[in-house]
Structure formats: structure tokens, C-alpha cells
């Protein structure tokens, strides 16, 4: 086990799995996400939450910030990336639409969560500014599911070790945080093992540190601009939520922004090999 609560899709009863349904069809993305894992395992606390930004993350105005949040990150040079190590890595050419369509579903998802649950942190913590006026946008194409992700304790020893070296690499990983991007790429354990090399000058504590920084700043900037109404959601707060500020804090100023250089530069990279 990772120590971090969380309840995965596979084990979600009928309410949760409700919910889950729900943020992947507003968001338009197949991820759910461990902060909302970590929210399901908080009593009512999924609900509270979701409630507060599913306005925000239907709107047109969330889709056009996350493009600029994905656009904000401060990448360092990295190495070429061809077809040839790609293959290496155990990625084919059959597999690879499955594995761009994972990464672009990764961003999409930390840049949308990283604005509505900073606008969140936001109202919670009584930062003022007018209630945003939104525009509802389309809703987005059924989205496809995606394979459940693995139990780290269910993975290869040697590949749950390589896993837990790459989430120890991020400033606020600790406690049992597994970023669930890197137990997503298990299908692929050429990927993982590749990483350290691929993405070295961005894992550079300073790099992303400075990445995490320019992504954050972007997010709160968006954040800012579409505040939730006051409340900060429907009814009043659970007694779980008491739990969830410090790890609201604790994933929209590090975990979160620190995923989403990592995951845009994996997505790149792809794409131009």
C-alpha cells in the first residue's frame, strides 16, 4: 500500500463511482486523478468538493486556461528522443497511439485539476475577488476508460522500486504519494526505466523546481480569474474536509505543477520522435 489514502476506481461503491463517472465526463478526460482518489477516501468530502468546481471545470473558460497552464512550464534542453528509443524502450509503433493518448489525457488532467482545485484553495483560504461569470462549453465526447491503473504492491519488485525512485524525485511525493502518471506507464517498464536519462536535465532539483514554479504561477493566475462562488460548495463543509486543506495546498503548489512539466515533456517528446 502507498499510506496515502485514496479508493481506487476498481473498489469505488455506486455514490463514488457516480462521481468518478461524472468528473471524466465534464472534464472530458478518462483520468481520475489521485487528488480526487484522496477525496473519495475523505467522508463526503468528494462530493463537497466536486460540487464546488463542477461549474468551472464545464466551462469554456477552464478549457482555455489549461491550454495556457500546459503552455506556462519552463522546460530545461532535453535529449533527442527518436523512434529507435522509443522502441528500445518497448514502446511500438501500435502501442504508440495508446501512449500519446495516455499523456495527452495526463495533461489535460493535471492542468484542468490544478486551476478548479486552486480556485478552490483559493475561496477556501477567503481570497477575495469577484465570482466568475462562466460559459458553459460544449460537453465533451464520451471519453474511452482507460486500463485500471496497477497496485504499486502488485507490480514487478524491481519495477515498484523504479517507481517509487522516480516519485521520490518531487518535492511534495512524500508520505506515500505515488504520482499515478508513473504507475500508468507500467505497461510500458522500458518508459520508466528510461526516464531518469530522458528527462535528466527537468528532474535537476533546480529545473523543477523552476518548472514547478512557472506552472503554479500560471495556475494561480487562471485560478484567480474564475473563483467559485462563495461557499465554497453546496451545503455545509463535511467533517472531512478539515483533512483536506493542507493536501489542497500540498498538491496545487507542488505535486500537481511539478506533474505537469514531466508530463508535457514526455507528451512532447513523443510526438516529435
Do not use: K
Not at 497552464?69 to 533527442?80: F, Q, S
Amino acid at each position: 500500500m502507498t499510506g496515502f489514502p485514496e479508493i481506487l476506481p476498481a473498489d469505488a461503491g455506486p455514490d463514488i463511482a457516480a462521481l468518478y463517472a461524472d468528473i471524466q465526463a465534464v472534464s472530458g478526460v478518462p483520468v481520475v486523478n489521485l487528488i480526487w482518489r484522496h477525496m473519495a477516501a475523505l467522508p463526503g468530502v468528494l462530493a463537497w468538493a466536486w460540487g464546488a468546481v463542477r461549474p468551472l471545470v464545464a466551462s469554456t473558460e477552464l478549457r482555455v486556461a489549461r491550454e495556457r497552464v500546459a503552455r506556462a512550464a519552463t522546460l530545461p534542453g532535453l535529449p533527442a528522443t527518436g523512434p529507435a528509443a522509443w522502441a528500445a524502450a518497448g514502446v511500438s509503433a501500435s502501442s504508440r497511439p495508446q501512449l500519446a493518448a495516455l499523456l495527452d489525457d495526463y495533461v489535460r488532467g493535471n492542468c484542468t485539476n490544478i486551476v478548479a482545485l486552486t480556485a478552490l484553495r483559493l475561496r477556501l483560504e477567503g481570497h477575495g475577488g469577484p465570482v466568475a461569470i462562466l460559459t458553459p462549453a460544449p460537453a465533451p465526447p464520451p471519453v474511452p476508460p482507460l486500463p485500471p491503473l496497477p497496485r504499486i504492491e502488485a507490480l514487478d519488485p524491481a519495477l515498484a522500486r523504479a517507481v517509487r525512485a522516480l516519485a521520490a524525485r518531487h518535492e511534495g511525493a512524500g508520505g506515500g504519494v505515488i504520482p499515478s502518471i508513473y504507475l500508468a506507464l507500467a505497461p510500458w517498464p522500458g518508459v520508466i526505466a528510461a526516464l531518469p536519462a530522458w528527462l535528466g536535465p527537468l528532474y535537476a532539483p533546480e529545473a523543477l523546481r523552476a518548472a514547478r514554479t512557472s506552472t503554479q504561477r500560471a495556475a494561480e493566475e487562471a485560478a484567480a480569474a474564475l473563483l467559485p462562488a462563495p461557499g465554497p460548495a453546496p451545503g455545509p463543509a463535511p467533517a472531512g474536509a478539515a483533512a483536506l486543506r493542507p493536501t489542497l495546498d500540498r498538491f496545487t503548489r507542488l505535486v500537481i505543477p511539478d506533474l505537469i512539466p514531466v508530463c508535457v515533456a514526455l507528451r512532447d517528446a513523443l510526438g516529435t520522435a
